[in-house]
């Protein structure tokens, strides 16, 4: 880590400082338990950090580990997303069991999909770029589930407590950056500084956002962010979508 640019290296102990502050939050207020996947992988993120700054940056041991970590990223990133839809969608399982299994259906798909492509693009230089194509493919296909609970919560008057909005925010505009950042990235097949150092900024933004919303009271207050409707159009698109979710529950059970 020492071998990094300046700006990227302050940027690097302020988010490790911003993660320890936010898993203490996470834990001091009971949400590890109502958010294990999120936790899960802010710890992840701690650990990695911790142990990278002990390696070489320009080294070959650290594109190995580097590689290694971002395995284990992008699966936490796939069981992120299914949290947030268990968690959106808490009060309607029949439709969240859909949701969790059309996800692990995508990621696998895009998966072997990517790793065909791989024949048809131009070939990666390497392994790490090798490695980008295939997260690529993981990742876009997890900001289709993300963009779905977005348009799903701008339309539907559902009430949601306060921590899950902000969860659920927070998380689109780092995993919509990710995206964007690794399609530049593999269109060359290149980590660009300018890249890594948006990439830094944007993660360091939105943990210091959830560092300063995410509390206890914020499970215990209700929202509606979705389409302000009349109230009888509200009552008749709720009770629809409780029919839906109370037929899939009862398939699900034949």
């Not at 993660?203 to 009349?230: D, M, P, Y």
Request: with cysteine; net charge positive; aromatic share 12%.
């Amino acid at each position: 880590m020492l071998q990094l640019p300046l700006d990227q290296l302050v940027l690097v102990v302020a988010q490790a400082a911003l993660l320890v502050a936010l898993l203490a939050r996470l834990w001091s207020a009971g949400l590890h338990r109502v958010y294990p996947y999120f936790f899960g992988y802010l710890l992840v993120e701690l650990v990695r950090t911790l142990v990278g700054s002990f390696i070489p940056f320009q080294g070959r041991a650290y594109r190995h580990f580097w590689v290694a970590s971002e395995g284990i990223v992008a699966c936490c990133y796939a069981l992120i997303v299914v949290e947030l839809y268990r968690v959106v969608l808490r009060d309607l399982p029949g439709i969240a069991s859909i949701s969790r299994r059309y996800i692990t259906a995508t990621v696998a798909v895009a998966t072997a999909g990517s790793l065909l492509l791989l024949r048809l693009e131009e070939t990666p230089e390497n392994y790490v770029s090798k490695f980008l194509v295939i997260e690529r493919a993981i990742v876009f296909s997890l900001v289709l589930f993300i963009l779905l609970v977005s348009v799903f919560l701008a339309y539907y008057p559902i009430p949601l407590n306060r921590n899950v909005v902000i969860y659920s925010i927070g998380y689109a505009v780092y995993f919509l950056t990710k995206a964007t950042a690794l399609f530049i990235r593999t269109l060359g097949h290149y980590v660009s500084r300018q890249t890594s150092t948006l990439m830094l900024l944007v993660s360091s933004a939105c943990l210091l956002f959830w560092v300063i919303t995410l509390n206890r009271q914020g499970e215990l207050r209700t929202v509606v962010i979705g389409h302000k409707w009349k109230r009888e159009d509200e009552t008749q698109l709720l009770s629809k979508l409780k029919a839906i979710n109370a037929t899939l529950v009862s398939a699900g059970k034949k």
